[in-house]
């Protein structure tokens, strides 16, 4: 596996990933399940407060997160939307992005990841939390009017 930041080539196959969230349908609300078009995502490329890292097997990209610098000047950045084609997951994928995040992270001065999740995504947060990351609170009617979790990780 080899974990690298996409360029606009990438949008195509980053918008087939994203549509593993598809399978998280009756799980979490419609609104956040809908992956984001190929457009989007290359006009996101272009835009310099999100950095997309993909996950890529044998020539394909496997999963797929990006990073929003928004907040780089306060020494804080958040993960976003990382999923993993099903055939792929709990093979250290996951932790392969958010290691490279974390690189990136303190090669830029950052002194916190933080992230959203939503508590249904169980696998996910076992993940975060062997990766480091701590549950830092709920925040209410997040997203969709649906509770969301607020993880963050200090380096």
Excluded: H
């Excluded at 994203?18 to 290359?42: A, N, V």
């Excluded at 997309?52 to 020494?75: E, M, P």
């Excluded at 090669?107 to 996910?124: F, G, P, R």
């Excluded at 990351?133 to 963050?152: P, R, T, V, W």
């Amino acid at each position: 596996m080899k974990v690298r930041f996409a360029d606009e080539n990438d949008a195509g196959e980053i918008s087939k990933v994203y549509e593993e969230w598809y399978s998280f349908k009756g799980i979490l609300p419609d609104e956040m399940i809908i992956p984001e078009s190929k457009e989007k995502i290359s006009s996101n490329i272009l835009n310099k407060n999100r950095k997309y890292l993909v996950a890529v097997v044998d020539n394909q990209i496997v999963g797929v997160c990006y990073i929003d610098t928004s907040f780089i000047k306060l020494q804080n950045i958040r993960l976003g939307n990382m999923i993993i084609k099903e055939k792929y997951r709990r093979r250290g994928i996951a932790s392969g992005l958010i290691s490279k995040i974390k690189e990136f992270a303190l090669k830029n001065n950052v002194k916190k990841i933080w992230l959203w999740t939503q508590e249904e995504l169980t696998d996910a947060i076992k993940c975060y939390e062997k990766n480091g990351f701590k549950l830092e609170g709920k925040q209410k009617s997040q997203f969709c009017g649906k509770d969301a979790l607020l993880y963050g990780l200090v380096l």
